[in-house]
């Protein structure tokens, strides 16, 4: 097992995909934690631009991070498979590809926040991919993520 | 919000370095699946 994600490494995958050149987006509790969302997350979830190019850069963030991926892993990484979990690592990483709810890559880029350097979904896109996905712990969740995009809305 | 991450162990999810899927509809339905209820990963609509 993994250990555990935290904050620094929130901020090592910052400067990692950004060395790389890599267009992500820090989506799920993951993104609405780093916005100040008070709850806890046991690994990271990055929507991933879904490109060749953005994908070789991934697998060179990943590798630059301590990840251990496999010459089919990193082929799927640069073909952008839907979804790619990664326990292998410093930390639980999941690349997501093509999230529930979320149109595109290119309108989330255009409406995302971008808090501390970090390049974060925005709260109404979180939301809407918690809501598509409709599993038991995003229903548990999203009254009060409402309720904070509510109070961050007001905030700004 | 620095400290807000931690880390327990996740029965199923965790038993393996690495899964892939090719639709997220895969995904959910592997969750679905394998994993224990109470994890929460399961569809509830």
Redesign the interface.
């Known amino acids: 097992?993994?250990?555990?994600?935290?904050?620094?490494?929130a901020e090592e995958i910052k400067v990692a995909f950004a060395r790389f050149d890599v267009r992500y987006l820090f989506i799920g509790k993951?993104g609405a934690?780093?916005l100040?969302y008070?709850?806890?997350?046991?690994d990271a979830d990055l929507f991933v631009e879904k490109s060749a190019e953005n994908g070789q850069g991934c697998v060179g963030a990943l590798r630059a991070l301590g990840f251990?991926l496999?010459e089919a892993?990193e082929e799927?990484i640069r073909r952008g498979?839907?979804?790619?979990?990664?326990?292998?690592g410093p930390f639980?990483l999941d690349l997501?590809f093509?999230?529930?709810g979320i149109e595109s890559f290119a309108v989330a880029w255009k409406n995302r926040v971008d808090t501390e350097g970090f390049p974060v979904c925005h709260p109404d896109d979180i939301i809407r991919s918690k809501e598509a996905?409709?599993?038991?712990?995003?229903?548990?969740s999203l009254p009060r993520l409402r309720a904070f995009r509510d109070y961050w809305k007001a905030q700004r | 919000m620095k400290y807000a991450f931690v880390k327990t162990y996740k029965p199923v999810l965790d038993d393996a370095p690495y899964r892939s899927f090719d639709t997220m509809a895969d995904y959910r339905d592997w969750c679905q699946k394998n994993l224990p209820d109470w994890l929460g990963y399961g569809r509830t609509v």
């Open positions: 097992m993994a250990g555990r994600f935290d904050y620094a490494q993951s934690v780093l100040g008070p709850d806890t997350t046991q251990e496999s892993t799927e498979k839907d979804f790619v979990q990664l326990k292998n639980d997501v093509a999230p529930d996905a409709g599993r038991a712990k995003d229903i548990e």
